[in-house]
Every structure is written in C-alpha cells, then in structure tokens.
C-alpha cells in the first residue's frame, strides 16, 4: 500500500484554511495546519474534519502550534503573515512578511528536509526568493503561487465576456504577482485552441486584462478583506499537481537562472509540474511588447528584493 501523503499548511488563516479544505475534499493528503496563535490551527482542522461524513471525504486534518506535527511532509504550503486591507498594494507588506518567513523556513525544512514548499505570502515574488535562499532546497522545490491564481482569473473574465463554459477557455499570466506589473498573455489566450482574438476586439481583451490585473484588489475592496476561495483553490491545483504526478502545466513563480534571460530572481513563467516539484520551465517565445512587459516587471521584483530589509 503506497503511504497516504501529508501536506502541511504555515498559516492556518483564510487561505490556509481554504487551502486545506480543498485538499481534503479531494482527498489528496493527510492535512496539518499550524499556526501561531493558540487553539487557531486546533479548531480550525476539527471543524474541516467534521464536514468530512457529510462530504464524504476521509482523511485527516490537525492543527498544532509545534513545528513537529508537520514532520515528514510531501509539501508543506506557507501562507504565514500578513494580508493587504483596502486601498494597500501587496508590496507594503514586505517587511513584517519578510520577517515572518524567515522564522518559518528554518523549522519547516528542519521538520520535512524532504518536501517541496509552495510559498503563498505576499508579496509574493519576495518572499519566494527569501524562501530559495534560506531553505537551501534545489529550486526545483520552492515554488511561489501567483499564476495558478492570476490565470484563474483572467480565464473567468474571459469566458464572462465571451459567454462560453470557463472549461473551454486557456489563458495564462507570467511576471510579478503584483497589480501593476503581471503580465496576462491575450496572444496565448484561446477558447479550445481559437485564438480569443478571433471574439474579442482588442478593447475587449484590454478591458478583460485591466480586470485581471485587478482581480485581487477588486474583491479586496468589496468585502474590504483579501480573497481567499480561489486562492486556496490555486494552491490545491499546484499541490495535486505535484502529490499526483501529474506534469501540469501552470504558470508559478521560480528561480530564474538564465532562462528569459535573467538571473538570480523570482517571478512567474510558465512551468510543469509534477513529482519532481517543478521539472520544467517552460520558455514561450514573447513578442517585442510581451517581452518588454515582462522585463519590466522583472525590474519591479529587483527593487522589491532591493528594498527589503536584510
Ligand atoms: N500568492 C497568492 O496568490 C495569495 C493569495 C491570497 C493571499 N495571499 C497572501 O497570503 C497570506 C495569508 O493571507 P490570509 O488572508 O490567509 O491572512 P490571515 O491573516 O487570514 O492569515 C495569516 C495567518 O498567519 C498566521 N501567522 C502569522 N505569523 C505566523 C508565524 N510566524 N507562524 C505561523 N503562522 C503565523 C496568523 O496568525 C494568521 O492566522 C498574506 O500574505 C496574503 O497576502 C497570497
């Protein structure tokens, strides 16, 4: 009999807890959440695992405030820190969350020398870099989420405005997972394979990308809290990902070293997937403005990291 998997969430806040609800009713793992805050991560896990008889999913879910518990993990998902309120970007977050990380890599992979980490805290490229350097994986097993997401929303605003199935729309988003500096790709963006241009005039594809851009900050400003549903749904796709073998192909934030031709930095690209964490990247051919997009969005990342406190 293989061994049931086991993913460990830091962070047992919404999108930890969204997190780990999505990866239990799926079945994909044993979960454990831990947090700092006493009774948090405890209560949380229980009240998953009592939807369990009804959802009819079976696995189990622990909270703990003990790097312990988390031991011998496939993954283990970071989610720890800070979120943005209204009217704030995801790079005024990056002292406090700099901070925070650095106290949880250490034990995470002190606990699971094995597993590969999906970093989810903002701002996001920062923070996934911070984690390559101080955990001492391969970068193969440090992936940062922000594609998984960016793309989920820019396929929802697409097939909205085309008003075809969601399933039949493909679409990615590369660069910083930051409002002003992702990069979502309309060129690669189709509807089984039909260029989106094909229905959508080319202010209909800006005003879908202005939206996606803005998908977080948009519910942000709504329910005056960060979102949460998507994001734990994003992390779930890239923790099945890898616990299933399955070489996605998902657009994540990784060590960039020479390919796109850049060095020594975070940022989304397109990668697969799989066992292996992340085996592949993949290198689309970009246009002039594609490419300058992205460079510049590259720049951005280099002045965060610039403007982190060592
Ligand atoms: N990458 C993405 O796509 C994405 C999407 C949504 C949110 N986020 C980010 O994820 C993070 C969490 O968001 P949230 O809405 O769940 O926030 P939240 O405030 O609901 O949860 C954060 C949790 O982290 C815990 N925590 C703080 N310091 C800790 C430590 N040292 N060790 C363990 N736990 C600690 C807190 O007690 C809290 O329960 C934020 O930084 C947010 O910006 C990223």
Redesign the pocket.
């Known amino acids: 009999m293989p061994k049931r998997a086991k993913v460990s969430i ?8 969204t997190a780990a609800h999505w990866i239990a009713s799926r079945e994909l793992a044993d979960v454990v959440l ?4 006493e009774g ?1 991560p405890q209560g949380k896990a229980l009240d998953i695992m009592q939807a369990g008889p009804i959802a009819g999913f079976d696995v189990r879910v622990t909270g703990s405030n003990d790097y312990a518990a988390t031991a011998g993990s496939d993954v283990v998902v970071i ?6 309120k209204p009217g704030m970007t ?1 790079e005024q ?1 990056i002292d406090t ?1 700099a901070g ?1 990380m650095r ?2 890599v250490g034990p995470v992979v002190q606990h699971s020398p094995g597993a590969t980490l999906v ?4 701002p ?1 490229d920062a923070m996934t870099y911070l984690t390559v350097k101080a955990a001492g994986l391969s970068r193969a097993r440090v992936i ?3 594609g ?3 793309s989920t929303r820019f396929r929802t605003f697409l097939a909205m405005e085309l008003a075809v199935s969601v399933n039949d729309v493909h679409a990615l988003v590369v660069g910083a ?1 930051t409002d002003k500096d992702m990069v979502p790709l309309p060129r690669y963006a189709t509807v089984r394979g039909i260029p989106v241009s094909h229905f959508l005039s080319a202010a209909q594809i800006e005003a879908v990308v202005a939206r996606t851009r803005r998908g ?1 900050a948009e519910i942000t400003e709504l329910m005056k ?4 549903t998507a ?1 734990g749904a ?1 992390i779930c796709e890239m923790v099945e990902a890898i616990l299933r073998d399955q070489k996605r192909v998902i657009p994540c934030c990784v060590y960039l070293d020479g390919e796109y031709g850049e060095r020594d930095v975070c940022v989304g690209v397109p990668v697969v997937l799989g066992a292996g964490g992340m085996e592949r990247i993949i290198e689309l051919p970009l246009d002039s403005s594609e490419k300058a997009a992205f460079k510049a969005s590259v720049g951005a990342i280099r002045e965060m990291l610039g403007a982190m406190k060592a």
Not at 119 to 122: A, D, F, G, K, R
């Open positions: 830091v962070g047992a806040g919404t999108v930890g807890t831990v947090d700092i805050i948090l989610t720890a820190g800070i979120a943005r995801r977050l969350n925070i106290s949880v970093v989810v805290t903002n996001l940062g989420e922000s998984a997401l960016d997972h977080g809290a960060s979102a949460f994001p994003s």
